[in-house]
């Protein structure tokens, strides 16, 4: 008897603790609070790292991989690695919160908007205990880190993609807030079209070397031709992407889908039962 009273006991407070961490990360002063930290975290870290880099480190020019690789930054390495997992740990309960929101204009794209934030969270974490090699294969995968890297940058772009289509759809039903859709439009789109543009130019300059030589001449000392400029672009642009996120989107009390008072788009309304 005893036993099983200390089990119930055990099961009540494991399901207290989970809903309470649940409705504090439901909260927006919550959310802001990882918005300081994801801050000092990533930024903080990259920028005191790039301060003590052995040479001169641009962002402009550099990719963020350099200071996490034992041969370019052997001294501090593990401390941009260090902060980059934190950065992603913190980014999770994000996932949740544009789920919650976004469901309201499509539950299934709103689901895979979340599944795309974990996803690219968990590939970040991975890529920065993988550091760069240059030599050596890692698990018998050449440029592990670079994959892992490109996997959640590929992933975060799905999510912010997916959140653009949401934003745009619950904008013509009034559900959204309009700058919230044209921001988070302007922080995905434009990265990624620099980062195409770049990409398709230097394709160009293999297959087609006569034509492109001459553009890949005059773009190759611009910031807009080197993948630092764009991964360091793309970084601010998912902060500014989460910030949106915390304080542009309507205050929630209820969940849509539990509160009887509330109806979600597609569902049909049918008078009270006397």
């Excluded at 975060?156 to 859709?181: D, E, H, N, V």
Aim: hydrophobic fraction near 50%.
């Amino acid at each position: 008897m005893r036993l099983w009273q200390a089990k119930s006991a055990d099961k009540l407070r494991a399901i207290w603790l989970r809903a309470s961490l649940r409705t504090m990360f439901h909260r927006k002063s919550t959310l802001a609070v990882l918005l300081g930290l994801i801050f000092l975290s990533f930024f903080g870290t990259l920028a005191v790292s790039a301060w003590m880099f052995p040479q001169n480190y641009d962002w402009r020019y550099r990719v963020i991989s350099n200071l996490l690789s034992p041969r370019d930054n052997p001294g501090h390495y593990w401390l941009p690695a260090i902060g980059l997992a934190l950065t992603a740990l913190l980014m999770l309960p994000f996932a949740g919160h544009l789920r919650r929101h976004l469901e309201v204009a499509s539950p299934r794209v709103a689901r895979m908007t979340s599944g795309a934030f974990v996803a690219g969270s968990i590939a970040l974490i991975c890529a920065c205990f993988i550091v760069p090699q240059h030599v050596h294969d890692v698990f018998g995968v050449r440029r592990l880190h670079e994959f892992l890297g490109r996997s959640a940058a590929g992933f975060l772009a799905i999510g912010m993609l997916c959140s653009c289509w949401c934003a745009w759809k619950g904008c013509g039903r009034s559900l959204f807030a309009t700058p919230l859709f044209w921001i988070w439009s302007l922080v995905t789109l434009v990265p990624l079209a620099g980062i195409f543009a770049s990409e398709c130019l230097l394709m160009l300059t293999r297959m087609k070397p006569a034509w492109a030589t001459p553009i890949h001449s005059a773009l190759r000392h611009s910031v807009f031709w080197h993948l630092g400029f764009w991964e360091w672009t793309g970084a601010a642009a998912v902060f500014v992407f989460l910030c949106a996120a915390v304080f542009l989107t309507p205050q929630q009390k209820t969940h849509p889908r539990n509160s009887s008072d509330v109806m979600c788009p597609g569902d049909r309304w049918s008078p009270p039962i006397t």
